[in-house]
Antibody
Framework: EVQLVESGGGLVQPGGSLRLSCAAS????????MNWVRQAPGKGLEWVAS????????YYVDSVKGRFTISRDNAKNSLYLQMNSLRAEDTAVYYC???????????????WGQGTLVTVSS | EIVLTQSPATLSLSPGERATLSCGAS???????LAWYQQKPGLAPRLLIY???NRATGIPDRFSGSGSGTDFTLTISRLEPEDFAVYYC?????????FGQGTKVEIK
């Protein structure tokens, strides 16, 4: 059974940093593109970042470029999101989500974690 | 960036009725790379449809998707109690991948 479990969310002041983690199990983690998608309270979904199987390619939505860094550790079956210079508008539930294609890339999301809440406030 | 507009914002229907949800794109979605997700309160989204019309694994056949270009539709043939939720479309033909703002299907 595919499982994605996020952790690391919490309350942080504007300008602060936070590192999110996603622990994957039930599939060959190293064979899949992985993603972060966020949802502001009461709002819709926003794709944030994607990382290739071997971490050689990474993509970001414009609003987080230069502030967020996606990474992965295939030996630990883990995905990460380092978030720096946080702003109030980054407040959201952050979901880890898997691309459906083993060895390739489709850019939609077939399995999602339960999410972790990040609140940016003074 | 492709903007997706979903309509209506809220759909009030009774169990057993047919639901028709629309997703319009600001420009053509290449290769019909459009997905639909269902989200219930406090839970993660669930993939329903990909490539505009293909049901994801385990999705009941009362869910169907159609459309191409700039106009896409999700149809739920007969609403079951567990289908009352928010539905999002997502395009993945052009980066950045974008979502619609959602349609809430509520019990009338």
């Amino acid at each position: 059974e595919v499982q994605l479990v996020e952790s690391g969310g919490g309350l942080v002041q504007p300008g602060g940093s936070l590192r999110l983690s996603c622990a994957a199990s039930g599939f060959t983690f190293s064979s899949y593109w992985m993603n972060w998608v966020r949802q502001a309270p009461g709002k819709g979904l926003e794709w944030v970042a994607s990382i290739k199987q071997d971490a050689s390619d990474k993509y970001y939505v414009d609003s987080v470029k230069g502030r967020f860094t996606i990474s992965r550790d295939n030996a630990k079956n883990s995905l990460y999101l380092q978030m720096n210079s946080l702003r109030a508008e980054d407040t959201a539930v952050y979901y880890c989500a898997r691309d459906p294609l083993s060895g390739g890339r489709r850019n939609y999301f077939d399995f999602w974690g339960q999410g972790t809440l990040v609140t940016v406030s003074s | 960036e492709i903007v997706l507009t979903q309509s209506p914002a809220t759909l009030s229907l009774s169990p057993g009725e047919r639901a028709t949800l629309s997703c319009g794109a600001s420009q053509s979605v290449s290769s019909s790379y459009l997905a639909w997700y269902q989200q219930k309160p406090g839970l993660a989204p669930r993939l329903l449809i990909y490539d505009a019309s293909n049901r994801a694994t385990g999705i009941p056949d009362r869910f169907s998707g159609s459309g191409s270009g700039t106009d896409f539709t999700l149809t739920i043939s007969r609403l079951e109690p567990e289908d009352f939720a928010v539905y999002y479309c997502q395009q993945y033909g052009n980066s950045p991948w974008t979502f619609g703002q959602g349609t809430k299907v509520e019990i009338k």
